[in-house]
């Protein structure tokens, strides 16, 4: 059984960065500990909040972990569809009892990734990740000299070759499976509704394009699966909502809940909650808001977010963002180390069968 790339961990698992406060350090410090990769997410926090959960995720664990970042948005923002929406989105403010943002979320784009880069080179971490982008070839080489394993979130075979163009140590390959945001490089609202690419062709069609050590993500929560895609030329996989349900995920207990129950059947991709497409459970407000939200991220997030805590505060799930991949139904509740050790055991177990029925290709 093989390790993370550049062996960053025991086992080939890696804890995907769920931004929001899933992803906080007790439970990237317990995938660490238990031999996988555990990641931060750096989005939607300050600089200085994210340097406190580095530093705290540093005193549980002395084993490599990684920090995600948003890479800054730059596509043009229609301000009289922000403005359309928020007027959209005025009957749930007034059933919330809260306003919806109105400073100048116009030219809030950039997340702080300036300040958490200058950070992350000052006082470096194992591995970084980027998301929504590439970074320019001289962050990866500053990145290289600090010690640094630098990965760029893919999910397409252009954005492939162009992060390795740029310098990227290593890929993340995302495919439409995955739960929570997109991570293109572009968000083109001329294909909204059209299928995405699913994870194991894209892996496939990844690996013949460039020679970069491959993460697969999307949907994955069983060893089996994580054994189909290492045999399709990954070296490790990504896993989030698997993870989402374990008692160190920081993610709300209500969101935790709704990922096995029956209300919520299936997950769809929207814009509703931040304006670029996310992956997430179908409900109320998805049905009733999705199709009015406009390409607008993060503007819509910073809109939506006092909505959606409201809504957290009342106990509605209706109206949270549920961020989820495909595999939802199949999440298990148990200690982040625990289901690292399980999902181990059945990759080996999956290994094993395939060595099995096919000695020579598993050789």
């Known amino acids: 059984m093989s390790s993370a790339p550049n062996g960053l961990s025991r086992y080939p698992i890696v804890q995907a960065p769920m931004a929001g406060g899933a992803s906080c350090p007790p439970l990237a410090a317990a995938v660490c500990e238990a031999g996988g990769l555990g990641f931060l997410a750096g989005g939607y926090k300050t600089a200085d909040g994210m340097y406190q959960e580095i530093k705290q995720t540093r005193g549980l664990t002395r084993r490599p972990f990684g920090v995600n970042l948003f890479m800054p948005q730059t596509g043009y923002v229609d301000p009289a569809a922000v403005e359309a929406y928020r007027g959209q989105l005025a009957g749930e403010a007034s059933w919330y009892e809260v306003s919806l943002a109105e400073e100048d979320i116009i030219g809030t784009c950039d997340d702080g990734y300036d300040a958490k880069l200058a950070i992350l080179l000052d006082d470096p971490v194992p591995v970084v990740s980027f998301t929504f982008g590439c970074p320019a070839p001289a962050v990866f080489t500053r990145l290289r000299n600090a010690g640094t394993y630098g990965i760029v979130t893919v999910t397409s075979v252009d954005e492939a070759r162009a992060a390795q163009e740029a310098g990227a140590d290593a890929l993340c390959v995302q495919g439409v499976e995955a739960g929570g945001h997109q991570g293109t490089h572009r968000d083109d609202p001329q294909i909204d509704g059209t299928a995405g690419v699913g994870l194991l062709a894209l892996v496939t069609q990844v690996r013949e394009a460039v020679t970069l050590p491959l993460i697969a993500s999307g ?135 395939l060595k099995m029925l096919h000695p020579r290709r598993a050789s």
């Open 219 to 353: 949907g994955l929560m069983r060893g089996a699966q994580i054994a189909a895609l290492l045999a399709a030329g990954a070296e490790a996989a990504q896993l989030g909502t698997a993870f989402l349900a374990c008692p160190e995920s920081g993610a709300h207990p209500l969101h935790k809940k709704a990922l096995t129950d029956p209300l919520f059947a299936h997950t769809e991709l929207t814009r509703a909650f931040s304006g670029r497409p996310a992956r997430g459970l179908v409900n109320r407000f998805m049905r009733e808001h999705g199709p009015y939200a406009p390409a607008a991220y993060p503007q819509i997030h910073h809109m939506t977010s006092g909505l959606r805590k409201a809504a957290a505060a009342a106990g509605d799930p209706q109206g949270m963002s549920l961020w989820a991949g495909q595999g939802h139904r199949m999440a298990r509740t148990m200690p982040a180390g625990d289901l690292v050790e399980l999902l181990t055991a059945e990759l080996a177990e999956a290994q094993s069968t």
